[in-house]
C-alpha cells in the first residue's frame, strides 16, 4: 500500500472521529443546558477538555489528509480553509471532504489488491520495452509525470518503460528526428531489438513520421496514438487565417523563451501549431505511408461537454465542435483512426472522456473509466500478441 494512502487512511480516521467527538460534545452541552446544575464547574471542565482533544485530533487529521490526498482539488481544499470558520457550513464542508478521502482510499485499496493477485504474473511484461511519446506543448519531467499514475500502474504488472525526452514544441519532422535519435539510443543501450510506442496527440504524429522518413521505423515494432489528430484539426486551420501574424510571432516568441528555460533546444511554436492544421495533417498523410512491419492501432474519445473538461479544455470544447464536431477538447472523433481499431471511447458518462483524461493529467478517478486499468490492459495485449 503506497504511503500517501496510509497516510490518507489515519487522517479521515481522525476527521471522523473529530466529528464523533464533536457529536458527544454537543450532547453534554444541550445536557447542561437542560439540567441546569448546581455546579458549573465540571461541566465546564468536561467540555473544555473535550475541546482541546477536538482541535488536536482535527488539525492533525485535517493536515494529514490535505497532504497525502490527490482526489482532493484545489477548490475542496480552498473551500475548506475558507468555510473553516463558518459554523455549519464547516461541518457540511468537512463531511463532503471525509466522503472524497473515502472514496479514494476504497478505490486505492481495491486496486492494490488486484495489483497484488496478479503480481506474478506480470501482464504487462511485454517482449519489447514500452517508449511513452507526449504531446504538444509538454515535456517529460520526472517529477510531473505527464502520463500521470499511468507509467506506475504499468510498472506494477511488470511494464519496462522510456520516454521520449523530445522538444515540448517543434515540426513534426524535426520532432520525428529527435525520436529517432531516442530509439536508437535505447536499442543501443539495452540491446531490446524494437520499442512498443505508445504516443498521444501530436506525438502520434511524429513518430509516424520517426518510421517512415527515419531509420527509427525498423526498431519499432508497434504504434499505438491515443486522441491524435492525425487528420488535423480545422479550428487551428480557422485562427491561423484569422489571427494576424503579428500576433501569432509575439505569442510564439514568448512561448519559445519559456520553453527554452524549461529544456526545449531552439523550440518552434508556430511550425508545431501549423503541422496539426487539417491542410497541413493531409499533405503529412499522403507522403508519410505506414510500413508494414509495424503494427499501427489507435485509441480515441469524446468529452460530452464544456464543463467535463478542466481549463483550457473547457473553453476549447466549444470551439473545437463548432468545426470539427464530436471532440475531446482540442481533436475532433473523425481524426483519430489510424490502423487497426484498438478502442473508441464513447462512454455513457455525462462528462465524457477528455484529451487530458486519457493521459491522466489531471490524476483524476473518474466514476465508470479507470484509466490507469485500461493501459494495463491495453499493455497486456500487446503482450498477449507477442510485442
Known sequence: MAKNIRLLKAGTALLKFFIALLILDIILVARFILKRPESYAPWIAAVA????????????????????????????????????????ANIVMLLKIVRICGSEIRTETE???????????????????LLLVHGVFFRDFEVLNYWGRIPGELKKNGAVIYYGKHNSAAAVADSAKELEKRILDI???????KVNVIAHSKGGLD?????????????????????????????????LN???????????????????????????FLSAVKDLTASA???????????PAVVYQWVGSVQKKAASGKFPLNFTYPIVKLFDGRN??????????????????????????????????NRENIAGFDVREFYVQLVADLKRRGF
Open 49 to 88: 477538555i473535550l475541546a482541546l482533544i477536538e482541535v488536536c485530533i482535527f488539525w492533525i487529521g485535517i493536515v494529514l489528509v490535505y497532504i497525502s490526498s490527490i482526489q482532493l482539488g484545489l477548490k475542496q481544499r480552498i473551500l475548506g480553509i475558507a468555510l473553516g470558520w463558518v459554523p455549519f
Open 111 to 129: 486496486k492494490y489488491k488486484l495489483n497484488e493477485s496478479r503480481k506474478s504474473e506480470q501482464i504487462c511484461r511485454t517482449k519489447y520495452p
Open 187 to 193: 536499442v543501443r543501450e539495452t540491446g531490446c531489438e
Open 207 to 239: 513518430t509516424r513520421a520517426a518510421i517512415a522518413h527515419t531509420s527509427a521505423g525498423k526498431y519499432i515494432a508497434s504504434l499505438t496514438t491515443i486522441n491524435t489528430p492525425h487528420r488535423g484539426c480545422e479550428f487551428a486551420d480557422y485562427f
Open 242 to 268: 484569422k489571427i494576424p501574424e503579428s500576433a501569432q510571432l509575439a505569442v510564439a516568441r514568448k512561448y519559445n523563451a519559456a520553453a527554452s528555460k524549461l529544456g526545449d533546444i531552439n523550440p518552434d
Open 281 to 291: 495533417c493531409g499533405k503529412f498523410n499522403e507522403t508519410t505511408p505506414n510500413s
Open 328 to 361: 475531446d477538447g482540442l481533436v475532433g472523433e473523425t481524426s483519430f483512426a489510424w490502423g487497426t481499431k484498438y478502442a473508441f471511447l464513447d462512454i455513457d458518462l455525462p462528462r465524457g472522456i477528455s484529451h487530458a483524461d486519457m493521459i491522466d493529467l
